[in-house]
């Protein structure tokens, strides 16, 4: 009996030694694991606002204030500086793509495009013929403050190309028609202060005209920079409507287009081929740029980026560049009011 009870405690201490050097062996193990210096990553991530969607035409988001304007739709995916005195807050969106242009803390003007925008009265993808139907599409367009008359004169291509229409007093839209399928690609809402800002058309006064605003170096640059993106975002929107691959942008390819515009405003000169006598093709391989295919597009002196696009748009030559099923990088360069957007086809 005792040789058993010996034999069971001996036992029973060889069993607890064991455990105890096991939890001790545990307890170290965790702590090793959770010292180790693992490796750091760090992210950067651009976090983009979406806009929040509202059930209501892009004609009631006039003279809203920015505090309405946020509720409503969030925080724009950017804030770009323009030369008239305004800055457009943007919602980047392909389906419904707008800009809203803020002075004084209220919506001025509206720039709106997209197949699944709502812009009632007035819709993308209108038929002209309805748009004539349905409005008075006049070439003279009368605007009164106070004493002051202006007359906004508009040509036979104003006519078809970008009507004005007068909605109210103080209340126009500006309807650009795509000519190759004769209906409405965008939509340019308006006060008639605005209007006399931008000077989109030729007009006869009796009073005074906004002064034009001077701009340094520096708040150009910022212009700049919003007019290349603007031109990116609206290219894509497009492109997308007519069924095409949407194009990546191309930070060196650009470099290449901003030289441009730039060399064409300071050379006071305006082609694909530079002064020096290079083409689209020494400007690309002169910044290595591999490419199988390459287009150009540029203008100079529209009024702003998205009347560059329009134009654009409705330039047999120029829509094919940048309608091409080919290309699928994009390179955009502004400087001043002259503008170059190079595209390129990569494998």
Known sequence: MRRVLAWLLTIIIITMTIFVVLFIYLINDVDYFENIDMPKIETKQEIKQVAVEF????????????????????????????????????????????????????????????????????????????????????????????????????????????????????????????TFTNEVSSLRIMTGDLLLSQRFYEMEYRGSLPEEIELSDKEW????????????????????????????????????????????????????????GRGLKERIEAENVYYVGAGENIA??????????????NSEGHRETMLNEQYNYLGVGVHRLYYTQNFIFKH
């Open 55 to 178: 059930n209501d035409s892009v004609f009631s988001l006039m003279n809203k204030t920015s505090e309405e304007i946020t509720e409503l739709l969030g925080e724009p995916i950017r804030k770009d500086k323009t030369a008239y005195g305004y800055t457009w807050w943007v919602y980047d969106s392909l389906e419904k793509y707008i800009q809203l242009g803020m002075r004084d803390n209220r919506v001025e003007t509206v720039f709106a495009t997209g197949d699944e925008l709502d812009s009632a009265p007035i819709s993308i993808g209108d038929a002209y013929e309805d748009l004539i139907n349905d409005f008075t599409i006049s070439p003279n367009v009368t605007y009164e403050k106070g004493i002051s008359h202006y007359t906004f004169l508009l040509n036979e291509e104003d006519l078809q190309v970008n009507p004005l229409i007068q909605l109210d007093e103080d209340l126009f839209v500006q309807a650009n028609i795509d």
């Open 300 to 313: 100079a002196q529209h009024s702003d980026a998205l009347a560059a696009m329009h134009g654009w748009l």
């Open 221 to 276: 640059e910022e212009v700049q920079q919003g007019m290349e993106e603007q031109i990116v975002s609206v290219t894509n929107v497009f492109r997308k409507r007519f069924g095409l691959q949407l194009l990546e942008y191309d930070p060196l390819v650009s470099k290449v287009a901003y030289a441009h515009s730039k060399d064409m405003h300071d050379q006071q000169y305006f082609s694909h081929e530079s002064k020096d």
